[in-house]
């Protein structure tokens, strides 16, 4: 191995090291500015009606609810407000 392919190697190593580090700071930053998503449960009630109330620890689809009569938890959302 002559002292060129060394340079060389150790110039490709560097841009691939640069590179990788500009992808891992990008997707940081992108994270960063993402809005915290509101996690939202439905309740469909007996006679028919849906409530949707912000999550409890806890809620699981196929749940009994005491909101309301025959309250069964139909479903779990997570919502990110669009601007």
Same mark, same amino acid.
């Given at each position: 191995?002559?002292?060129?392919?060394?340079?060389?190697?150790?110039?490709i190593a560097l841009i691939?090291?640069?590179?990788?580090?500009?992808?891992?700071?990008?997707?940081?930053?992108?994270?960063?500015?993402?809005?915290?998503? %509101?996690?939202?449960?439905?309740?469909?009630? !007996?006679?028919?009606? +849906?409530? &949707?109330r912000k999550y409890q620890?806890?809620?699981?689809?196929?749940?009994?609810?005491? %909101?309301?009569?025959g309250g069964l938890v139909? !479903?779990?959302?997570? +919502?990110? &407000?669009?601007?």
């Amino acid at each position: 191995m002559t002292s060129w392919d060394v340079v060389i190697l150790t110039g490709i190593a560097l841009i691939m090291l640069a590179f990788f580090t500009y992808m891992f700071w990008r997707e940081t930053a992108v994270r960063g500015r993402e809005k915290p998503a %509101e996690i939202y449960t439905v309740i469909r009630c !007996g006679d028919g009606t +849906e409530r &949707r109330r912000k999550y409890q620890e806890g809620d699981y689809v196929g749940k009994q609810a005491g %909101e309301c009569a025959g309250g069964l938890v139909v !479903g779990i959302y997570k +919502e990110v &407000r669009q601007d």
